[in-house]
């Protein structure tokens, strides 16, 4: 029960294995609770919310599909455990976590106006947007409710992080936007808008269990700093596979975010770095910026793969990159100062280890 | 304490005086608690929130918009004085409700495409749908964590009524909506809808200042049958404005709710009511409902005066206006069984009598 020697994740090949069956268990154990909360929904919402979920397809028929890595879900069991709890007690957490997170998604695609999610038509596309709306707003309301009828203290605790945590999810929707109209974006807002869209939520979910489970906010606060720099490092890794990541893997289009013109961190960050190379990619990306969605879609392969090769040479592959692995790093320090089982740390461990190595 | 005689609206003149003085001070005390909140939400957020409560105008600038009649404020604030505690007690909740009031106000003018409220542009339609969606949900948020960080169970209690009314609230509007798209809707469906729009909240307005103050959950559930009753009864007052009310007065065109082929309570009641007039109106409503939005808009006063005279002629303006007086009675009894101060019950029947007889 002694803190872990320091380790980074060179040091190890990934337990994929420990956490395959980890993410499975959190599958296992959350969906039934988060079916049943889903079903309260009045139709047709509760079909809507089915089909974003993936359990159904557009018809109604019923489906089989992605529902995402549910590193959430899992976090917020394993988090119990961190405690000294069941993993049970992670449950209604683990529950509520998905709910937001998804109330996000339903509500970020259509400000976005993204029309794919996980390989399917988003909700706006198929349902309207007031069917993607309504139901945005029912699952954060369900959230609540699965927590507060827990009728504790604790379940108390709990909501009131993840109602910060959803603001902190705001906040960052509202910069991502915001940025999207910005001729400059520096790597400080980059980090602070990925740490409210990505760190915010992975936080509250490394916590909550923890929370139900009767730990003290100190305990609480120090989960909380594992979850927020592992969301860092999930969110460096996207982005680096949102431009570099192998489309077989993905499912997205090759040089996806270069395509939707983000200014995700290697884009940053290679802008910041100055030099030759920085400067033709802000020429060219300013030019970009100036092009209608229709004149900039009709780029060939190459233009885009000059783009790449720009923010390459210009360092923001792999400043990104290095960013990833020192998150990870401050991820699992995070943890020495939380007295749990060494099992559970391992986890924790061979999590991050998974966020920073997949490739999809 | 004992519980009043029973009183009806028409043994009394509606003290005037009492109610303003009782919306005054909601407002009054509320207000700077809500500022307070909304100024916590990062740019530009807070100053889309601030126009959409008239605090600014669409460029900026101070204003003094109307906020509306602040009758849930005015509600939360009695509610606690019904509890035996201070008016100041019920300061939290009444904010929460406002906020969560407002988050619906902002989600539902953007599905329904209203481009005015309050006498000034929509949010979405000033902002831009996105902006509607985000400081919709981040009010939301904010109710939670107001009430919350009391760190109380009573507030732990209070928020898990407010999620659940906060539900219903959504319930209601994806019943207006699929109503919209139906051909036949009942005077059951009707209320139930209103119910949920109009009534949840209002009882949770009512009940949520009891709560913050330590009352039993019987007592709170007697609190929130008032509200939902009021609710009911304000509803179908609106319903009758909405037709027949004084454009002077509502701030709306004449025959406003016919202009939208609302389903209020006065046509559906028309509809049950059956006989020539009914049948006539159900003829005429089934032609308006195949017609375009243009083609429906370039009525004449005369034809939606038509079918004004065929909904009175068929009932439904009585019945609603009979509806009206019965949910205000309703509302009044269920205050019986609670003990409460003379002074504090008086002042629910004022607000009740108020929202019976106002005129806009």
């Known amino acids: 029960m002694t803190p872990a020697t320091p380790r980074t994740l060179t040091d190890t090949a990934v337990d994929t294995a420990s956490v395959i069956e980890l993410l499975e268990r959190g ?11 889903v079903a309260r929904l009045a139709p047709p919402m509760d079909s809507v919310a089915a089909y974003h979920f993936g359990w159904i397809d557009a018809q109604g028929n019923p489906a089989r599909g992605d529902g995402g890595k549910a590193v959430r879900p899992a976090l917020a069991l394993l988090s119990a455990e961190a405690a000294g709890a069941e ?32 390989h399917r038509d988003t909700v706006w596309k198929v349902h309207g947007p007031a069917q993607a709306i309504l139901v945005g707003d029912a699952l954060f309301a369900l959230a609540g409710e699965v927590l507060l009828e827990l009728g504790t203290a604790e379940a108390a605790r709990a909501t009131r992080r993840l109602t910060l ?42 916590s ?69 190379a920085a400067e033709r990619l802000g ?24 783009r790449a090769g720009l923010i390459e040479e210009a360092g923001g592959r792999e400043w990104t990159s290095q960013e990833a ?18 099992r559970v740390r391992e986890q924790f461990a061979a999590l991050a280890d998974f966020v920073v190595v997949r490739e999809g």
């Open 27 to 37: 599958r296992t154990l959350a969906t039934p609770m988060l079916r049943a909360a």
């Open 87 to 118: 993993p049970a007690t992670g449950v209604p957490g683990a529950v509520a976590v998905e709910l937001v997170h998804n109330f996000s998604l339903l509500h970020d695609d259509l400000m976005d106006g993204d029309e794919q999610r996980r």
């Open 165 to 206: 945590a959803t603001r902190k999810l705001i906040d960052g929707q509202a910069q991502d936007i915001s940025y999207e109209h910005r001729e400059k974006v520096t790597v400080a807002e980059c980090l602070e808008m990925e740490g409210n869209k990505t760190g915010a939520l992975l936080a509250c979910a490394t």
């Open 208 to 276: 909550i269990g923890a929370v139900l489970g009767g730990a003290d906010e100190a305990t609480a606060d120090a989960l909380e700093a594992y979850g927020h720099h592992l969301g860092l490092a999930f969110q460096a890794v996207d982005d680096l596979l949102g431009i570099w990541g192998d489309p077989s893997a993905t499912g997205k289009l090759p040089w996806s975010d270069l395509r939707q013109r983000k200014k995700s961190l290697p884009v940053v960050a290679a802008l910041a770095g100055g030099g030759p």
């Open 283 to 306: 020429e060219l990306l300013a030019a970009d910026a100036a092009k209608s969605q229709r004149e900039f879609e009709d780029f060939s392969e190459e233009e885009f793969a000059t």
């Open 325 to 342: 692995r020192r998150r990870h790093a401050t991820a699992l320090a995070a943890l020495d100062g939380v007295d749990m089982p060494d």
